[in-house]
């Protein structure tokens, strides 16, 4: 028997909508509704095979019920926007999978649904309806089934007439007079007042209909049930007919339009799901003519293994290269070695094996590969270009000619992916899916690596990103590179003794907790920690888990007034952290030179920071002396070398003075006044000289909170002060300065009209959250548009510093290097003789690194450790 698959569109959008996490794609449309449709379009599909598929809609368009009762679906809350502008996307979606659409003005989804599956049930064929609505159910037949979605789109219930009346006691055709009786508040039927699904099915199932019901009236109990089913006995069979799916609606079917087809229009979908980032639906479609071509094909490339051939090659190569390396040992700085070299030059193949070619006559074969790499008038291409610099570097090959690098691009096309492996970036940009073995998928990579480079060339024109490209983030690899190599020094010895440290003061502080808990046990178990809590000293509950009581940080922090003991499990806890991971941690990250080569990462964040890893030098905590500690490790290079900490002052209140164009804040920054001092004395309305540690440790609190968009509930949880006061705070600091209020009011209207901020130099960020329908998510959005901007520009500038700073030196010959950077603050290793010299450069280029409406300053600090240089 034949099988036809009816979808309801509308029930089952919304009921994915409403399902499903809110969901957008990197241009901020919502998608969530589509994707779960999709999921459940594919599973039925492979599950029931069927030879006919189609969808029904309704259309805003007044249908029979509403003319024949104005009040139908009235009181219906309004479709929200979010969901609203997935439907013609997923009408398009199903035109090019070649899925019919029906839809009438008139009738709603529900009578096309009834008209198909009758003219279907007289043709002989089986029926599917999959829908979220249980109205659906009086269609149900022998061969008509009727599948509910539940428990989001997971789960579903098959019903034929049988287990209708299994399940209801009732027939389908019944069904429609339980709904008569009862009414339907979701389409605002009235039914009969009084009558609940309970005494509905109850009447239904002895009488078998509601005229029936009406008939036989004398003989059913209760006084006020026959008073009422009396006096609304038309609005019943009103009702009745209201909730009668219609089965005759005169729409034409043509079995060979609606039926299954295999030949539907792959690559138009395979945009659509490229576009709308549905990656695991991507990998469902069966693959295009192209990629099977892609594919099927061995592609062409030459090795090169040896001196000779790799001679004809450089000798070759006098144009563009596109290429992608195999670097090993990544991770371990001294193991950091090239493997293999995939190139593209001229349309033909290559495939290197440097490792091999370096064996015999190795100073020889480092001169033919620095005759293509140090060569800056050959133009390359490559992907992910850091580790290259670095690899090379350690050959004594200096990276040169350097246009494109197709990773940075792509994360500053869409900073918000997890990962830019170039597969992935042309499946993205290309909707090419590369598949084979390891080898020749490098190769396949290379083949479309120039087309993956045009578009988002492209696509950096479009977004007017050329100057953060090429001026800021790509000679920044270089830097990182450089950073990376040189490393940071660490002193084993002083890292044993502050591991012994540790180790002393976590005992005491542990003792100290058995003490005030009366008993030992075990503080790293939130389950022990628990009981000691809140059932030996019955400290108020504030959350629970599946497994017992929370004593994660948030709740520690509300308890932190109600016993000393918290305070002491804080500090535990910091404690045990920082041995863990930056004293042992450490030591098992030191390389054969005494140094630290940590990871610099620029497509990590999507504020445009640098993220450190392996390890994160960052993040070393230093609320506690024992954190700050830790820097007492890192030393310079040698005796004869210094570090050289310089910090941005106040970086981000600068920026939020240049973008908001606040004159009072300006005035504060031209002037360089204490701008702390300066707010307390504006919020607090007292002279500048009468202002106390605690006023200005408060205003330091709102000026930067301000910049994260910071609340009164927040800010008065951070002060510990009553809400209305850090409202008045919030309040006054924003009458003060009227601009800075503007630019927050204005920054969030912008960003919900375009979904997305940027910085000043032009770096994007989408925020699709600041338009969600879940009021929460949306003030996070809200935040977010008002502090990308400024956390953002701080962290274009500092980049811009870095490699002003770099060239500089390297331009005048000087053997200091940058070590480490932590978000506004250069770290150097300087040697004494160039003490001075370095000093006058640093404060130049990072003070001059941008022309802001303010001045940049620039804190320089000069130790024998890092801890002494700050």
């Not at 709102?702 to 994260?708: A, E, K, S, W």
């Not at 705070?729 to 375009?754: F, G, M, S």
């Amino acid at each position: 028997m034949e099988r036809l698959l009816i979808l309801d569109g509308n029930s089952l959008l919304n009921r994915a909508f409403y399902a499903l996490p809110p969901l957008t794609n990197a241009e901020g449309t919502n998608t969530n509704a589509i994707y779960g449709f999709m999921t459940m379009l594919f599973k039925m599909k492979e599950e029931l095979k069927p030879d006919y598929i189609v969808t029904t809609f309704d259309l805003k368009a007044p249908t029979f019920r509403h003319k024949e009762y104005k009040d139908y679906k009235a009181g219906r809350k309004k479709m929200p926007p979010e969901l609203a502008e997935q439907f013609p996307i997923l009408k398009e979606i199903l035109e090019k999978l070649a899925i019919s659409i029906f839809e009438v003005e008139g009738f709603e989804a529900d009578d096309l649904m009834g008209t198909l599956s009758v003219f279907a049930k007289e043709k002989g064929i089986e029926v599917y309806i999959i829908t979220g609505d249980r109205d659906a159910l009086q269609l149900a037949d022998d061969n008509v089934k009727i599948v509910i979605n539940k428990k989001g789109m997971t789960e579903k219930e098959i019903y034929d007439k049988n287990r209708m009346i299994e399940d209801y006691g009732v027939t389908p055709t019944e069904f429609i007079d339980v709904k008569g009786l009862m009414g339907d508040n979701s389409d605002n039927i009235p039914g009969v007042p009084g009558v609940g699904e309970k005494t509905a099915f109850k009447l239904i199932k002895e009488y078998k209909s509601i005229e029936n019901v009406l008939m036989n009236i004398d003989n059913i109990n209760g006084k006020k049930l026959k008073e009422n089913l009396m006096e609304y006995s038309e609005q019943a069979i009103f009702s009745k007919k209201l909730a009668t799916i219609l089965v005759n609606v005169p729409i034409e079917i043509d079995l060979n339009e609606i039926r299954s087809k295999d030949n539907f229009d792959y690559k138009a979908v395979k945009e659509w799901f490229i576009k709308l980032q549905f990656k695991s639906l991507i990998e469902k479609l069966p693959l295009t003519e192209e990629e099977k071509v892609i594919n099927e094909v061995t592609v062409n490339y030459e090795t090169i293994d040896n001196l000779e051939t790799f001679k004809k090659l450089t000798n070759s190569i006098n144009n563009s290269i596109y290429c992608s390396f195999e670097i090993l040992n990544e991770s371990v700085y001294s193991k950091i070695q090239i493997d293999n070299i995939y190139l593209s030059a001229d349309g033909k193949n290559y495939f290197i094996k440097l490792s091999e070619i370096l064996k015999d006559k190795q100073e020889e074969a480092l001169n033919e590969l620095r005759k293509v790499f140090e060569n800056k008038d050959i133009k390359k291409v490559i992907h992910d270009s850091k580790g290259v610099y670095t690899a090379l570097n350690k050959l004594q090959v200096k990276l040169k000619g350097l246009v494109f690098d197709t990773k940075i691009a792509a994360y500053l096309v869409n900073p918000s992916k997890s990962e830019y492996e170039l597969k992935g970036l042309i499946y993205d940009l290309l909707g090419i899916d590369v598949t084979g073995e390891e080898e020749l998928i490098r190769f396949k990579e290379i083949n479309f690596l120039k087309e993956v480079y045009e578009k988002l060339e492209e696509k950096i024109k479009v977004l007017e990103m050329e100057d953060l490209l090429y001026n800021v983030e790509q000679p920044l690899i270089e830097v990182l590179s450089s950073m990376e190599a040189r490393g940071f020094k660490v002193d084993g010895k002083k890292l044993s003794e502050l591991g012994d440290k540790f180790s002393l003061e976590i005992k005491r502080t542990q003792e100290e907790i058995y003490e005030m808990s009366g008993e030992e046990f075990n503080i790293s178990s939130p389950k022990q920690l628990g009981k000691i809590l809140f059932e030996k000293l019955d400290l108020p509950v504030i959350k629970k888990t599946k497994t017992g009581y929370s004593t994660n940080a948030e709740v520690l922090l509300k308890l932190r007034d109600k016993h000393p003991i918290i305070d002491k499990v804080t500090y535990f806890r910091q404690l045990s952290k920082l041995y863990s991971t930056y004293v042992e941690g450490l030591k098992n990250v030191i390389d054969v030179d005494d140094k630290i080569h940590s990871s610099f990462n620029q497509t990590v964040t999507t504020t445009g920071r640098l993220s450190s890893t392996e390890p994160n030098l960052q993040n070393i905590p230093i609320k506690y002396e024992m954190g700050r500690e830790i820097r007492k490790v890192f030393i310079p290079d040698e005796d004869s070398n210094l570090l050289m900490s310089a910090d941005y002052s106040q970086i981000e209140l600068r920026v939020l003075a240049h973008i908001a164009g606040d004159e009072n804040l300006i005035d504060a920054f031209v002037n360089h006044s204490d701008i702390h001092t300066k707010t307390a004395s504006e919020v607090f309305g007292v002279p500048i000289d009468e202002v106390t540690p605690t006023m200005r440790s408060n205003a330091k609190a709102v000026n930067f909170g301000i910049v994260y968009g910071i609340g009164d509930f927040s800010l008065a949880d951070d002060l510990k002060i009553s809400r209305k006061e850090a409202k008045q705070y919030i309040d006054t600091y924003l009458e003060r300065y009227p601009k800075v209020k503007q630019y927050l009011h204005d920054i969030v209207l912008k960003a919900k009209e375009d979904t997305y901020v940027t910085t000043i130099l032009n770096r994007r960020r989408a925020i699709p959250e600041i338009n969600a329908k879940n009021k929460i998510v949306a003030s996070f959005g809200e935040r977010l548009a008002m502090n990308t901007p400024i956390q953002g520009s701080a962290a274009d500038i500092i980049k811009l510093a870095m490699v002003k700073v770099y060239n500089k030196l390297n331009e005048k010959g000087l053997r200091s290097t940058i070590v480490l950077q932590v978000h506004d603050e250069l770290i150097l290793n300087v040697y004494k003789d160039e003490l001075e010299e370095v000093k006058g450069i640093v404060k130049e280029e990072m003070e001059n690194a941008i022309e802001l409406k303010v001045p940049l300053e620039v804190d320089i600090n000069i130790g024998e450790t890092w801890y002494n240089a700050k």
